[in-house]
T-cell receptor, first 111, second 114 residues
Framework: GNSVTQMEGPVTLSEEAFLTINCTYT??????LFWYVQYPGEGLQLLLK?????DKGSNKGFEATYRKETTSFHLEKGSVQVSDSAVYFC??????????FGTGTRLTIIP | DGGITQSPKYLFRKEGQNVTLSCEQN?????MYWYRQDPGQGLRLIYY???????QKGDIAEGYSVSREKKESFPLTVTSAQKNPTAFYLC?????????????FGPGTRLTVL
């Protein structure tokens, strides 16, 4: 079946540091890939997505590239801010038409 | 503004009681979903509905029930048969299920069983 493996958290960085959160997946066919963000006490918000190999999703300074050869969709940001502190979920939408989530990575940015 | 609303934000229940969580969307989406989130875990699918008057079990449907009488509404009932109901419940919708359409989430309901 489909699965998503995310970098274990929590991750703590200083403001303006470079961020990478690793995400790899297992799926049959050609899934769509997503990053969602969850701020404390809230639901999930779509951060970015990519629907085919080599697509790059980007939003609010975050980027992720759909790498079929390495089955990865790593999230990156060049300079993080305190307001980026949240839990980040990688997810895939596969041929079974269901969204499969990773376990989430808690990110804390310190000033 | 279009979006998904869930109510209440916090809900307390005594053991043995059924409780219903509300989910409403005004996005004109066909598909709606219910997920459960536990600490340190990803989201798990409880039920989903592709169209009015139709719904399917997800991965953890035991102890839950749903209805889809209107396009904009998809309430979830947590029954007394659910052994460990304390969790954060999230409702989502997408334009069409099965078309790789993005799912959009509500703010969630935190259920605590006393």
């Amino acid at each position: 079946g489909n699965s998503v493996t995310q970098m274990e958290g929590p991750v703590t960085l200083s403001e303006e540091a470079f961020l990478t959160i690793n995400c790899t997946y297992t799926a049959t066919g050609y899934p769509s890939l997503f990053w969602y963000v969850q701020y404390p006490g809230e639901g999930l918000q779509l951060l970015l997505k990519a629907t085919k190999a080599d697509d790059k999703g980007s939003n609010k300074g975050f980027e992720a590239t759909y790498r079929k050869e390495t089955t990865s969709f790593h999230l990156e940001k060049g300079s993080v801010q305190v307001s980026d502190s949240a839990v980040y979920f990688c997810a895939l939408l596969g041929g079974n038409e269901k969204l499969t989530f990773g376990t989430g990575t808690r990110l804390t940015i310190i000033p | 503004d279009g979006g998904i609303t869930q109510s209440p934000k916090y809900l307390f229940r005594k053991e043995g009681q059924n409780v219903t969580l509300s989910c409403e969307q005004n996005l004109n989406h066909d598909a709606m979903y219910w997920y459960r989130q536990d600490p340190g875990q990803g989201l798990r699918l409880i039920y989903y509905s592709q169209i009015v008057n139709d719904f399917q079990k997800g991965d953890i449907a035991e102890g839950y029930s749903v209805s889809r009488e209107k396009k904009e509404s998809f309430p979830l009932t947590v029954t007394s048969a659910q052994k460990n109901p304390t969790a954060f419940y999230l409702c989502a919708s997408s334009a069409r299920q099965g078309a790789a359409d993005t799912q959009y989430f509500g703010p969630g309901t935190r259920l605590t069983v006393l």
